[in-house]
């Protein structure tokens, strides 16, 4: 009896395994990314980092991350996870060594952790440029290298950055946020070329303004004018995208630098 396209598919997913940083609250990107691929059948490690977490201004409980571990497990996925601060220079080591033991080597990497404050040109200062970039592209970096450097298939690997549009226009008042994440687009090109001869695409997603929690009533009054579609964008939007990029029928999208952000218009 021949397999059905469903048995295939199955089979093909039961040993790919996804890595997402920055997965720490219920209402996040990261969380939709997780949930996104759990169902689609990948094996799930995440991070978080609650301390950051804890300074933020949206709400935030303890207990988050270990909700949404348990959430995964109940899709039939195997799920892991660690809390990990990306700014200590051995953390991408760290993970790798830690995806490995548990689940096995990674085929999935999506850098989604970021550090983000309100700053610009007169309160910038040089202690909080360097936690932004820190994280935002010294880990993106050699967590990156650090995928590349174990993954040893012939085809499949997959990168995706998560970015924030900067070369859309301009983001007054996230000077070191933005100077950060435009860093991030450059690391996107040069490491595709790098990559490619690996079978490892890499491409960057900015999903534009997101209601993850951080946005009051006036801010979304503020937004919604400026999305055709009438609506603030959602974590599951840019969750779906990511989807479609770590398949088999994106194999040949890499480089790229892509707007999933329902038209915004700033």
């Given amino acids: 009896m021949r397999p059905s396209m469903e048995d295939i ?32 059948g990948y094996h799930i490690f995440f991070t978080y980092w609650t301390d950051y977490d804890k300074e933020m201004p949206w709400d935030f409980e303890l207990d988050e991350p270990m909700i949404l571990k348990e ?21 991408p080591e760290k ?52 995928f ?5 298939k012939n085809r499949g690997g997959r990168i995706v950055n998560l970015t924030s549009g900067q070369f859309q226009g301009p983001m007054p008042g996230e000077l070191a946020y933005a100077t950060t994440k435009g860093a991030v687009d450059a690391l996107t090109i040069t490491l595709s070329a790098e990559l490619a001869s690996l079978g490892i695409t890499v491409n960057a997603i900015n999903p534009g303004p997101t209601d993850t929690g951080w946005m ?9 004018p400026l999305f055709p579609f009438g609506r603030i964008g959602e974590p599951k939007d840019v969750a779906k995208t990511i989807k479609f990029l770590v398949s088999n029928e994106a194999d040949w999208i890499t480089g790229q630098i892509i707007h999933s952000e329902g038209g915004f218009k700033r």
């Fill in 9 to 40: 598919l199955v089979n093909h997913l039961k040993e790919k395994i996804a890595i997402i940083t920055g997965a720490s609250r219920l209402k996040g990107i990261g969380a939709a990314i997780c949930r996104e691929l759990a169902e689609t």
């Fill in 71 to 91: 959430e995964l497990g109940q899709k039939g996925i195997r799920v892991s996870c660690m809390e990990l601060d990306l700014s200590h220079p051995d953390a």
């Fill in 148 to 152: 590349a450097q174990q993954f040893n």
């Fill in 216 to 224: 009051t009533e006036p801010i979304k009054s503020q937004l919604k």
């Fill in 95 to 146: 993970l790798l060594n830690r995806v490995i033991k548990e689940l096995g080597h990674p085929h999935i990497l999506i850098n989604n952790a970021a550090f983000s404050t309100n700053t610009d040109f007169s309160t910038l200062t040089a202690e909080e440029l360097d936690k932004h970039y820190i994280v935002n592209v010294r880990a993106t970096t050699l967590l990156s290298i650090q």
